[in-house]
């Protein structure tokens, strides 16, 4: 009778060991397919950061998806458009989120249906590198955006998106951009004020090193760990000041 209980303990041993080793590989091989498949980042918060939606109607219309799906950017998407993560890129994300909701309030935006003007020319502070995270999200673009269908353009974006270079915005601002709705005229101004969010002490000497080539391992490290965490501060937890959002009048 022993016997019989050892060889049935001795099997279900087996079983479980040979189970739990299976289960190991399969988790193994998915890493490694997420690793294969996937952008692996340094900081969670890219991809935690609230995502903007948006509808599509040019999307749905070439069969790009369904009428009832939307685009979900993430921050994690202008960090890919950029090449980088820094300020500007932050900045431009929030501002666009923080407009978008002051346009639509409870609905999904529509991509398409926003115009979208900058103080200041497009060589102005960071205008340039602004603007194509605010094109990619949007869809507003200048001349180099999609014309549209036919002679009346439609669903183009094509010079929705505009610099004027004889009026800039309060100098100690890094960016100041209206957003409007095409359809219903509404316009909000997003102006955009990074010196309200401090950089720890310590930037200013790991900094020139960095950009140098001269930083330890651990110096360039720690440099892109404290830049981060002014990124993340932006976009999560901006002191009060950071971004101003008002309702454009004409």
């Known amino acids: ?26 988790i193994g091989v998915q890493k490694h397919l997420c690793a294969e ?9 890219f991809d935690t950061a609230e995502p903007i939606k948006m509808k599509d109607p040019l999307a749905v219309v070439l069969g790009a998806m369904d009428k009832e ?23 431009a994300y929030k501002s666009t989120q923080l407009a978008l909701k002051a346009l639509y309030a409870d609905e999904v935006p529509v991509r398409g249906n926003i115009k979208v003007f900058f103080k200041g020319g497009i060589d102005y ?17 200048s001349e180099s955006g999609f014309k549209g269908f036919g002679a009346a353009g439609k669903y183009g974006r094509y010079n929705l998106m505009s610099f004027d270079k004889e009026h800039t915005p309060d100098p100690k601002a ?15 101004e997003v102006t955009y004020y990074v010196e309200s969010v401090p950089s720890n002490e310590r930037m200013d000497k790991l900094m020139p090193l960095a ?37 454009a009048k004409e």
């Open 1 to 26: 009778m022993k016997n019989g209980f050892y060889k049935a303990w001795s099997l279900k041993w087996h079983f479980g060991f040979t189970l739990l080793v299976f289960i190991a590989y399969c």
């Open 37 to 45: 498949g996937q952008t692996n980042y340094s900081k969670d918060f």
């Open 69 to 91: 799906d939307v685009f979900a950017f993430t921050y994690a998407d202008a960090v890919k458009l950029a090449g980088h993560s820094c300020p500007a890129v932050a900045g």
């Open 125 to 141: 502070k960071v205008n340039g590198p602004i603007s194509q995270v605010v094109t990619f999200i949007t869809g507003a673009a």
């Open 174 to 188: 890094t960016c100041s951009m209206t957003f409007q709705r095409i359809d219903s005229g509404k316009k909000v």
């Open 211 to 247: 950009i140098s080539g001269k930083a330890s391992a651990d110096e360039l490290k720690e440099f892109g760990n404290l830049w981060q965490e002014r990124v993340k501060t932006i976009l999560l937890s901006p002191p009060e000041g950071t971004f101003i959002v008002k309702e």
